[in-house]
């Protein structure tokens, strides 16, 4: 029912005040022939106990991730976050309020944003972070053209950007979606055998405009040719690197071995899984990019009595000020998610983010451990250092092993045919804290079995 | 003063989790790769943490905290039960990579929030992907470029905004690659059809406008615009950013538009978060629908081979790729967590929605009148100077503090501190850039009577402050003028142990 309405039943009086007889007079001047000439065809309205007795049957009727045995990840992953996350962002003065303009009101959210940026620059390894972008696909998208903007005049290989060749296909999406207008050339980079990028790829990129990988990449590899690659790249080219952030708990920051631009989807700190959004982009970058960059800052300041004051900063980037010629779009963002992000490394501080991080890495390990010891299952590229997620090649289509699987309430992971179609054998499997040791055994179990009534099939 | 990084706890001192599943000297870390020093984080329990985010919350004013009229942000109460709903493990604990058949109640719901949007805005085809309403117009005008180049009107490089357009529309549009052309508004702020006609042509690929006005005005020309853009070809683009105003009276269908964006962190309230999140989803007509990103919710009727679950009705729902789509704008399905709280909002009113908006136009309105009434009778009618002269505003309404700076060196800022002494925030100020010194001023549907006329008292006694005393304002809030030319030639973007 529509009782938020403060005013309802007070029209009359209200409109007579103004010297009107009906809400007809306040839409006077719409002409005829584009006014509704029906009633709009909704249902009617709802009380909020059965708008919630629908939402509960409706949103009830999916499966969700806590109810399974769940081992799909790739890019999304469901660590815990602790209950006061939730209490706190609820609070309605930060709930409810919008983009600090007034700064000397927003104090809270603005300093709550500019402790944000302090936690990313240090767990990055960077001086320099916004406030969020939307996600890790569009903040990988506005790093290029940042860099791009940075690096057009002097690079070598005009207009050209290198990625590698692993990207999610709908990450790369976002990514020619946000570039197209500037009629970018995407080049990809190859890998070897082990998932790593060899080095002639690196000097093939030399002198682009930027180059966007990620560490670990979407197979959860970790490749140690990053920490070479700025040098190969020189000073021109932006090296732009993608990461999940719980893995610098335990991992080195890129900002430690020359990343430019270090961009990330924020989600595995601070926020439920949410069926991919609201999340938060990760952006963080060094100082020559600091002017291009997209989106909102916070800087420390005083006010006129001299006291501790934030406000936001290098707004003459931004499009309300610059309008055509702004560095980016970017307007409302994903503030609030991020202060979740915040509030989850405060929370956890730095001896925290490392134990996250080895709980990641030990239930992939004890995973990945169990699986190799199945004959028929190849582990292609056991060899390297991984953090929570690794391929498994299947004797058989992995479409039926997921099939298989859900049967038992377990979500196997990922089938990669739908990322590289000529991989249906493979699954990406991927683990997080909430991995328990008896996930790993119910899965080791069934797909064992599975493997066990193929071949029995076969022979 | 509570700072984060004030808190210098024992190691380990916050949240306690449990060990790894192996013993950490087992786990394997390559050492090249192992992490030499920790971040420079605090250390903080829970009980400090919970406190010192309870004390900046104390320093932040949301719509929960007081009357918020800033203008074109829609700032209208968020129910509590959206949070609710937003927080059930259907919605929380789900992923984009689940099949179809798992989210039955999710795509039941985006397909309901696709056709509701179409139906309110009179259009053919709606996608919830993009994430803020600045996305929905690069996505839009993203569409109309493929629309071209799909026909081969490649020649299509321009796109013209009114001067007084949000800012986003040209930054959105200039992203995708086009030329700006931007043609001035007349006298009233409203659309020069004049100034239209003499540079739309055959390279025009769209014009982006929003209606009512960001002067808060209806533009009574607007079928005559979409008409002399059709001639030439081009594309009429709808920002919804002022769509509270309209709902059930006129759509941006009627109005002859042909592709749209909705803020539903304004008309349907997603709690805007102090920035964000939003969601900005486009409707489009039906030449533009098989461009939208992909997928879009679909359904057809149920079959024998389905297993339905207590979300399907007489249909299974399943995600459905556009022929010639665009791709994505973002790599999920938007903001998810967004589209269920405005599902929650749209169900609140159903059919009624019509009433939202009338009670949006009528509190602007009534503000507008009562503000004029309280200057009246303080003998400072001079200094109430509309914005752009009207009978009637729609949801929103500007005042020009240009007299007022003149007579008494007094701006839009001096007024908007003032108010916010007053235990109010202030309304946008400065926008559009068409009036000088402006205020923007936005009440919503959901700001009683009551607070209404108070606020017009208030305004009015602001103005009659002498100058010192505004020039000072504000003196009540948790700290008072901020230095932003400070911030911006003393960049201290991080907390890094040195002191300035």
Not at chain 1, 93 to 116: D, I, K, N, R
Not at chain 1, 211 to 219: I, K
Request: contains cysteine.
């Amino acid at each position: 029912m529509t009782d938020h309405l403060p005013n309802l039943g007070r029209e009359n009086e209200m409109l007579a005040a103004m010297g009107h007889s009906s809400m007809d007079d306040l839409f006077v001047e719409l002409p005829d022939n584009v006014r509704c000439k029906e009633p709009l065809a909704l249902p009617e309205a709802q009380s909020e106990e059965e708008i919630l007795a629908d939402a509960r049957r409706l949103l009830g009727s999916n499966i969700d991730l806590g109810s399974t045995v769940n081992f799909l990840g790739s890019g999304l992953y469901r660590n815990f976050v602790p209950s006061s996350v939730f209490q706190l962002i609820t609070r309605g003065e930060f709930l409810t309020s919008y983009t600090p303009y007034q700064p000397e009101v927003s104090q809270g959210m603005l300093q709550a944003m500019w402790e944000f940026q302090s936690l990313i620059t240090e767990l990055v390894g960077l001086p320099i972070a916004n406030l969020s972008v939307y996600d890790g696909s569009t903040a990988a998208a506005e790093a290029i053209t940042c860099a791009v903007r940075v690096h057009a005049r002097k690079a070598e290989q005009k207009n050209t950007v290198y990625i590698s060749e692993l990207i999610p296909p709908d990450r790369l999406s976002v990514i020619q979606n946000y570039t197209q207008g500037s009629e970018l050339i995407i080049k990809s980079m190859k890998h070897d055998e082990n998932g790593h990028i060899p080095l002639e790829e690196w000097e093939k990129a030399s002198g682009s405009c930027a180059v966007y990988v990620e560490q670990p990449n979407p197979l959860g590899i970790m490749d140690q040719s990053l920490f070479s690659a700025k040098e190969i790249l020189g000073n021109h080219t932006a090296f732009i690197v993608g990461i999940q952030p719980v893995s610098l708990g335990v991992f080195e920051p890129p900002g430690n071995y020359g990343a430019d631009i270090v961009v990330g989807e924020g989600q595995p700190l601070g926020s439920p899984v949410t069926y991919g959004g609201p999340i938060y982009g990760i952006f963080a970058c060094t100082q020559p990019y600091l002017r291009q960059m997209p989106g909102r800052i916070v800087g420390r300041t005083i006010d006129v009595d001299g006291k501790e004051a934030y406000c936001l900063t290098l707004s003459t980037r931004e499009q309300h000020i610059r309008r055509h010629r702004a560095t980016s779009n970017l307007c409302t963002n994903e503030t609030l998610i991020a202060m979740m992000g915040a509030m989850h490394m405060a929370l956890l501080g730095p001896e925290g983010i490392e134990t996250l991080g080895l709980r990641n890495l030990a239930s992939r390990q004890l995973l990945q451990d169990g699986i190799s010891k199945l004959s028929d299952v190849e582990l292609p590229y056991g060899d390297s250092q991984h953090f929570n997620e690794f391929v498994i090649e299947l004797p058989y289509p992995a479409q039926e092993c997921l099939d298989y699987l859900e049967k038992f309430g377990i979500i196997g992971g990922l089938n990669l045919s739908r990322w590289y179609p000529e991989w249906d054998h493979r699954l990406l499997i991927s683990t997080s804290d909430q991995t328990s040791k008896s996930d790993i055994k119910i899965l080791l179990n069934h797909l064992s079995k599975w493997l066990t009534s193929k071949s029995g099939v076969v022979a | 003063m509570s700072r984060l990084f004030d808190h210098d706890g024992a190691p380990g001192s916050g949240y306690a989790q449990p060990s790894p599943l192996i013993e950490r000297e087992d786990i394997e870390v390559t050492d090249t790769f192992k992490r030499k020093v920790m971040p420079n984080w605090p250390r903080i329990s829970e009980p400090e943490m919970v406190r010192h985010y309870t004390w900046l919350s104390k320093r932040n004013f949301g719509i929960d905290t007081g009357f918020y009229p800033l203008g074109s942000c829609t700032m209208k109460h968020n129910p509590r039960v959206n949070e609710v709903i937003a927080q059930l493990p259907g919605i929380a604990d789900i992923h984009p990579l689940q099949p179809d058949h798992q989210i039955q109640g999710l795509l039941y719901i985006y397909h309901e929030m696709q056709d509701m949007l179409a139906i309110c805005a009179g259009m053919d085809a709606v996608t919830l992907q993009p994430v803020a309403g600045a996305q929905g117009e690069f996505t839009a005008i993203r569409c109309i470029q493929e629309y071209f180049r799909n026909k081969g009107e490649l020649q299509r490089n321009k796109v013209i905004v009114p001067d007084s357009a949000h800012g986003t529309n040209p930054a959105s549009a200039a992203m995708a690659g086009f030329e700006i052309i931007e043609i001035p508004s007349l006298e009233d702020g409203r659309i020069d059809l004049d100034a239209l006609r003499s540079v739309v042509d055959e390279n025009t690929a769209a014009m982006m406008i929003t209606n009512p006005n960001t002067l808060g005005l209806f533009e009574i020309d607007i079928a005559e615009a979409s008409e002399i853009v059709h001639e030439v070809g081009g594309q009429m683009y709808y920002d919804g950013a002022n769509f509270n105003a309209i709902l059930g009276r006129t759509s941006p269908g009627l109005m002859g538009f042909d592709a749209v964006h909705y803020n539903l962190h304004k008309t349907f309230s997603q709690p805007h978060g102090g920035g964000g999140p939003g969601s900005g989803p486009i409707g489009v007509k039906s030449h533009l629908a098989p461009f939208l990103p992909g997928p879009v919710a679909a359904r057809r009727p149920l079959s024998g081979e389905d297993n339905p679950t207590p979300a399907n009705d007489e249909f299974w729902y399943y995600w459905h790729q556009p022929e010639f789509s665009i791709g994505k704008v973002q790599q999920w399905h938007g903001n998810a967590g967004a589209v269920i709280r405005c599902w929650a909002y749209y169900r609140r009113y159903g059919k009624d929605l019509k009433l939202m908006s009338e009670h949006a136009v009528m509190n602007a309105n009534y503000l507008r009148h009562r503000i004029q009434e309280e200057a009246k009778i303080a003998g400072l009618s001079d200094y109430i100077v509309d914005g752009a002269p009207a009978e009637v505003v729609k949801h929103e309404f500007t005042l020009s503090m240009g007299k007022l700076k003149e007579d008494k060196g007094v701006g839009a800022m001096d007024v908007a501190k003032g108010l916010l002494d007053m235990g109010y925030m202030a309304p946008t100020v400065y926008f559009p850039l068409v009036v000088p010194e402006c205020m923007m001023i936005e009440p919503t549907e959901t700001e009683s009577k009551a607070t209404l006329d108070e606020f017009a008292k208030k305004f009015i006694q602001v103005l009659a402050l002498d100058p010192e005393t505004l020039h000072e304002a504000p003196i009540t809030t948790p700290v008072r003028r901020v230095d932003e030319v400070h911030a911006a030639r003393n960049l201290w973007l991080r907390h890094d142990g040195v002191d300035r």
